[in-house]
T-cell receptor, first 114, second 112 residues
Framework: NAGVTQTPKFRILKIGQSMTLQCAQDMNHNYMYWYRQDPGMGLKLIYYSVGAGITDKGEVPNGYNVSRSTTEDFPLRLELAAPSQTSVYFCATSGLAGLTGELFFGEGSRLTVL | GNSVTQMEGPVTLSEEAFLTINCTYTATGYPSLFWYVQYPGEGLQLLLK?????DKGSNKGFEATYRKETTSFHLEKGSVQVSDSAVYFCALSDVGGNQFYFGTGTSLTVIP
């Protein structure tokens, strides 16, 4: 059982380039999340989705886009990469958000923008 | 709004020492509370949780009690081991909502 799979694990981008971080889950969870983790800053929510076809902005959505065409996949698109987007990105899922939901995390994708 | 404030780190302890990492929260209603742990190079994983006031979550010798009166969820362990070295995150999920809120994390290093 793979759980939450993120690709790539590492990537270096030049300023202005675009890329997509992939997230796939095999737990049939409805809720999916993208976080970024900066040193000493904890996790900040970028976007989330409560089911296929439904997405919503989190705390720091600027410079990112998402789509959710299937239950399994929740890709995060970076347009016009900037140095401020250098971070570690985590995808997470939950079968029951709100009252008792536990988050299941992928291993992370480390992105550097130069 | 919802927020989590946790103890600043880093924390360095000797093996077998007692650990406390403080966590307080602000939330409307009655959130669920969580402690996650992140080992080097890995994603976060759930350590323990509590879903209502006075509940105690426990796992691997760690404990935390949901204190509504003090809006706290402090993490404790009686005797830490080198293998407990990691970053610990306190978090809450909003009642009926779809989001989780995390503290900034506390780095723990346990030395032999």
């Amino acid at each position: 059982n793979a759980g939450v799979t993120q690709t790539p694990k590492f990537r270096i981008l030049k300023i202005g380039q675009s890329m997509t971080l992939q997230c796939a889950q095999d737990m049939n969870h409805n809720y999916m999340y993208w976080y970024r983790q900066d040193p000493g800053m904890g996790l900040k929510l970028i976007y989330y989705s409560v089911g296929a076809g439904i997405t919503d902005k989190g705390e720091v959505p600027n410079g990112y886009n998402v789509s959710r065409s299937t239950t399994e996949d929740f890709p995060l698109r970076l347009e016009l990469a900037a140095p401020s987007q250098t971070s570690v990105y985590f995808c997470a899922t939950s079968g029951l958000a709100g009252l008792t939901g536990e988050l299941f995390f992928g291993e992370g994708s480390r992105l550097t923008v130069l | 709004g919802n927020s989590v404030t946790q103890m600043e780190g880093p924390v360095t302890l000797s093996e077998e020492a007692f650990l406390t990492i403080n966590c307080t929260y602000t939330a409307t209603g009655y959130p669920s509370l969580f402690w996650y742990v992140q080992y080097p190079g890995e994603g976060l994983q759930l350590l323990l949780k509590a879903t209502k006031a006075d509940d105690k979550g426990s796992n691997k010798g760690f404990e935390a009690t949901y204190r509504k009166e003090t809006t706290s969820f402090h993490l404790e362990k009686g005797s830490v081991q080198v293998s407990d070295s990691a970053v610990y995150f306190c978090a809450l999920s909003d009642v009926g909502g779809n989001q989780f809120y995390f503290g900034t994390g506390t780095s723990l290093t346990v030395i032999p």
